[in-house]
């Protein structure tokens, strides 16, 4: 399990202050600001690089090196393959269900999680009695553990106790057994996801929307502007930090999204809804087969490095 | 153009009432000012008129339309906000042709109509740049060539010049003045700084507390205050205002303090002995004397030269009050000094109600001649 930690994905933003932390002294470089930089450099440069190096570069590094030998995880790994792993990853059925999965949750975040968040903050930013209540219970499923989400969230699903068989047996249907069919597990899965994350989006929308002075409302009412067109004018124009900001943690959140699906479905039924990190675990972990579970390791890190660095520099690069 | 008529117009927030009952007639063309102290709805009588608050209570009318159920967009109105309320994502040529994209004008006529505004504010140089790369003074332009752009029947100000300093305050006065001359429209404009008002206004309506306490075009709010507060609102020092009661003195009668002040009542005053009465005379109407034409000796306390004239704070009796003096060789704090006020520039109000006494108009002094 330690390994799994140390080849954990969604590791890649702490990536970032360690590189900013350097940033500045080297933008402030003239030859004049040096004397007053460098007792910084020296002070506060070898713990940065150390802690960067200690626990990003080597267990990385680490996980690279592992995912060129056949490794069970005991002993020490002598059977070196080369990139066999990666071929087996690259030939799996399983892994490429994965994929489309993660890619389908980043979808359906971007095309339904986020809208719904923006429309319900839109609803509730407004200073009327109840909104705060309303924006709690909204914010509710996030506050949950994500096991205890999972947990729930497979009762309901039941299809002999759970509340949609009841409310399916109440309006006469045939009682669904929604995690055990393997073409609609995947929707309830998604269908958790919006419930369980929309209200930590909500709340940065909120923000956002609470950051907008309210007499450039005014001032587009004077104009003339219909309630679509402030939104499309007003509204959406200066929340883009926000929203590029969302998209960003919806990306790097479905990459990393395991802990909610474990208790739900386990990622069947037949690897139907395994994302990328429940399929490592599966297939890494808990078969013993610490060298593929590298190999995952590695490919995971690799596309979380390149979506997220390259969602920075082409959307985020003014914030 | 339009007349704008405000008829017994309410506002409350909730429970808490905050206009109570203001009527005004502003003509076609007119440059309104409403003025009063922080809080007294000025603000929120502006936004009523432009759509913004809901009318509580009364009558709004622009041109011949009752518009207490208009839209904003609707009222034919453009208004400048304090903070300016430029788009922060559009540039001043897209923050000032906005209106005319919403009703979907073609790209000549914006184009034209942003040129024209530009030109009148002197824009032209900065149509492309954003508002947080302008100077204070350049959004508050662009502020007003958004509302001209639009070119409505009525123009909103709302302390349009608080955020500027002093220097350019003064200078965006005069092309506010300049501009209304220019284009003829009526506006209204609020500020609680009453020497924007008196320089800029065609009338003035000054308010406190939710209530109109005096309309008039400056010079007339300045000569016949209608009451205490439009006294000493009005006028910069503010009036010097002294409490005490009518007295028979030798022959005519006389303003007595308790302190012992005997201070000449204009010619014509209609009130009876007894009356007690606030006395009021503007520091600028008080001129240094000598002993034998003095109304009455003061000490000296500060000295303020400001250049053309010189404030002096003198205490007189217990009271304390000012003078603003043009060219006399003025002594030092400690020493007396004798003071002639100028009679037919006296005022006098009613202690109870703070309501002016008629009698004591200067352009009616005379008139009424029962002084016994
Ligand atoms: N949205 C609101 N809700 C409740 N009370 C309000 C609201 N807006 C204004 N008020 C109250 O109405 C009164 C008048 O406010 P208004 O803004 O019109 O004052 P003002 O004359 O413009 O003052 P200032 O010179 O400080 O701008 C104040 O007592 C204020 O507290
Ligand atoms: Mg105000």
């Known amino acids: 399990m330690a390994q799994a930690t140390s080849l954990a994905p969604g590791k890649s933003p702490l990536v970032e202050p360690a590189a900013q932390s350097r940033a500045p002294a080297r933008r402030s470089g003239g030859l004049r600001n040096i004397g007053r930089t460098w ?43 080369g990139l066999k792993n990666f071929e087996l990853l690259w030939r799996s059925g399983a892994f490429r269900t994965a994929l489309t999965n993660n890619g389908l949750i980043i979808v359906i975040s971007l095309a339904l999680q986020l809208p719904l968040a923006l429309w319900l903050a839109t609803l509730v930013s407004h200073r009327i009695p109840g909104a705060t209540v309303f924006r709690l219970i909204f914010f509710l499923p996030y506050v949950l553990a994500d096991v205890a989400a999972g947990l729930i969230w497979r009762f309901i699903y039941d299809g002999d106790y759970g509340l949609v068989a ?31 994350y929309f209200g930590f989006h909500m709340m940065l929308f909120i923000a956002g929307l609470q950051s907008i002075d309210k007499s450039l409302y005014e001032a587009a009412d004077i104009d003339g502007a219909t309630g679509w067109q402030k939104f499309t004018n007003v509204t959406l124009p200066l929340l883009s930090p926000t929203i590029r900001l969302s998209v960003f943690f919806a990306v790097v959140g479905s990459l990393q999204l395991f802990d909610m699906i474990m208790p739900l479905t386990g990622g069947g039924p037949s690897n139907s809804t395994q994302t990328m990190v429940t399929f490592l675990y599966t297939y890494g972990i808990t078969r013993m087969k610490v060298g593929f579970g590298s190999a995952i390791g590695v490919v995971l890190f690799v596309i979380c490095v390149t979506l997220a660095f390259g969602y920075r520099r082409i959307f985020m690069k003014n914030d | 153009m339009a007349r704008i008529a405000l008829q017994s117009v309410r506002k409350s927030f909730g429970y808490h009432p905050v206009l109570h009952g203001v009527s005004i007639d502003i003509e076609d063309g007119e440059f309104v000012i409403l003025v009063g102290p922080s809080g007294c709805g000025k603000s929120t009588l502006l936004r009523m008129i432009a759509g913004l608050e809901e009318v509580t209570a009364g009558d ?60 009148i504010l002197g824009l ?18 662009v502020a007003m060539g958004r509302a001209i752009v639009r070119d409505p029947s009525v123009f909103l100000f709302d302390e349009p010049l608080s955020n500027l300093d002093a220097k350019l305050r003064v200078q965006m006065r005069g092309e ?112 240094p004397a000598a002993e034998a034409d003095a109304d009455a000796t003061a000490t000296i306390e500060l ?64 008139a009424a001649g029962r002084a016994a």
């Not at chain 1, 030998?69 to 005991?74: A, E, K, N, Q, V």
């Not at chain 1, 309830?188 to 369980?196: E, N, P, T």
């Not at chain 2, 208009?70 to 430029?86: G, S, T, W």
């Not at chain 2, 032209?124 to 332009?141: H, I």
């Open chain 2, 176 to 287: 506010i003045k300049s501009l209304h001359q220019r284009l003829k429209t009526t506006m209204v404009y609020v500020t609680h700084d009453q020497i924007e008002a008196m320089t800029m206004a065609d009338r003035i309506v000054v308010m406190n507390g939710g209530r109109v306490e005096q309309i008039g075009r400056p010079l007339d709010l300045y000569e016949t205050p209608a009451n205490l507060f439009v006294a000493s609102f009005i006028g910069s020092p503010s009036m010097n205002l002294i409490e005490g009661e009518v007295a028979r003195g030798d022959g005519r009668p006389l303003f007595r303090t308790t302190d012992g002040l005997a201070l000449p009542l204009p010619d014509g005053t209609n009130a009876a002995p007894g009356r007690r009465l606030v006395y009021g005379v503007r520091p600028e109407h008080v001129a």
């Open chain 2, 303 to 366: 000295v303020e030269p400001t250049g053309a004239e010189t404030q002096v704070q003198m205490r007189l009796g217990e009271h304390l009050a000012t003078g603003t003096f043009r060219d006399w060789p003025i002594g030092r704090p400690g020493e007396r000094i004798g003071l002639r006020l100028q009679r037919d520039k006296i005022h006098l109000f009613d202690q109870e109600t703070g309501e002016r006494l008629d009698a004591a108009r200067p352009r009616t002094a005379g």
């Open chain 1, 166 to 196: 009841s409310i399916a047996s109440l309006l006469g249907f045939e009682t669904p057994y929604v995690l055990a069919d393997r073409t609609i597990a995947i929707y309830a899965v998604l269908a958790v996801i919006v419930w369980k």
């Open chain 1, 39 to 81: 007792p910084v450099l020296v002070l506060f440069l070898p713990p940065a690089i150390l802690l960067f190096t200690l626990f990003v570069i080597l267990p990385i590094g680490e996980a690279g090196w592992y995912s060129l030998f056949d490794w069970s995880g005991y002993g020490r790994p002598d059977e070196f393959i």
């Open chain 2, 60 to 119: 709004i009318r622009i041109g011949d339309r009752v518009v207490n159920d208009l839209a904003p967009k609707e009222r034919d109105i453009a208004m400048v906000f304090q903070n300016y309320a430029l788009y922060p994502h559009m540039t001043v040529a897209e923050n000032m042709a906005f209106s005319l994209k919403l009703a979907g004008a073609p790209k000549a006529e914006k184009d034209a109509a942003v040129g024209r505004a530009a030109e």
């Open chain 2, 124 to 141: 032209a140089p900065l149509l492309g740049r954003y508002p947080k790369e302008l100077s204070g003074g350049q959004r508050q332009r």
